[in-house]
């Protein structure tokens, strides 16, 4: 083969192979892109799974601690520290109002038996004033990541939806467009700042999910979560509480 020949032919290789990885490149960046876009048109696509530990009343329950169980308490609070430095614990916050519910906690983790095992490890827990009852949950991962939380506390609304009168497992084409709107009005509330944390429960109980209110007063959290269409359709219903945790965690 003459020696002209031969350099066309290696330059003709060597752009065939540029094209290759620049086609190939294209591909990769458009299937980034594609991700992103079906991300931000499927809101479900964003979210993460956690454990969320709701504590209650156990048999050995004092409604002061700190006076009739001085050094479990201590042992109790410096333990909560312990998994917000190890990064296990996302938030925990006392429930002020209830004469049942103490404390919700929401783990970093999908492991049902992780959370379970974590939990059981609190002082309270193991002397019987506290009694975990564990959820599967599902949200966007919007919480700051904080290892050393404050004495400083700020009070946050935690609504619980749960399973309304007019509540059932069919989908048809209404309860689909209930759906939708709840959907939607989930995003409305959120772009007003006013919902900052909502997500749904896996384990298809009574609990249907949770919305978080950063607002002044529990009737203005009232307000806004009955602006739910699944609510106002008898779909869902409401249970709202006072939630006091740690500054600078919710977003």
């Known amino acids: 083969m003459p020696k002209t020949s031969v ?24 299937q980034e892109q594609q991700k992103q876009e079906q991300k931000q048109a499927d809101p479900g696509a964003r979210l993460v799974q956690f454990q969320m530990a709701l504590l209650k009343r156990g048999p050995n329950w004092s409604a002061d601690p700190g006076k009739a ?21 996302m938030i925990a916050g006392r429930i002020k109002d209830d004469n049942e519910l103490v404390a919700v906690y929401i783990f970093r983790t999908k492991s049902a038996e992780e959370a379970q095992s974590w ?15 564990l959820h599967p949950w599902w949200s966007e991962d919007v919480m700051k990541k904080v ?7 700020t009070t946050a609304y935690l609504a619980f939806l749960t399973r309304g009168d007019k509540w059932t497992p069919e989908r048809t084409p209404a309860t689909e467009a209930i759906q939708k709107a709840h959907l939607e009005n989930i995003q409305r509330l959120a772009d ?19 919305f978080v209110f950063k607002v002044d007063s529990i009737e203005e959290a ?11 359709a008898g779909r869902l219903a409401l249970q709202i509480h ?6 600078g965690i919710l977003p």
């Open 7 to 30: 350099v066309k032919q290696k330059m003709k290789t060597t752009l065939l192979l540029t094209l290759a990885v620049l086609l190939c490149g294209s591909v990769v960046i458009a």
């Open 69 to 89: 169980a001085p050094e479990i308490q201590q042992k109790h609070v410096a333990y909560v520290q312990s998994l917000f430095e190890s990064g296990k614990l």
């Open 119 to 133: 939990v059981a490890g609190d002082p309270g827990v193991a002397a019987g004033h506290l009694v975990p009852e």
């Open 147 to 153: 290892t050393t939380p404050g004495n400083k506390f």
């Open 192 to 210: 007003l700042k006013k919902l900052v944390v909502a997500g749904p429960f896996g384990d298809n109980g009574k609990l249907r999910g949770i």
């Open 222 to 232: 009232r307000s806004l979560a009955a602006t739910d269409p699944a609510v106002q």
């Open 242 to 247: 006072p939630w006091m945790v740690p500054e």
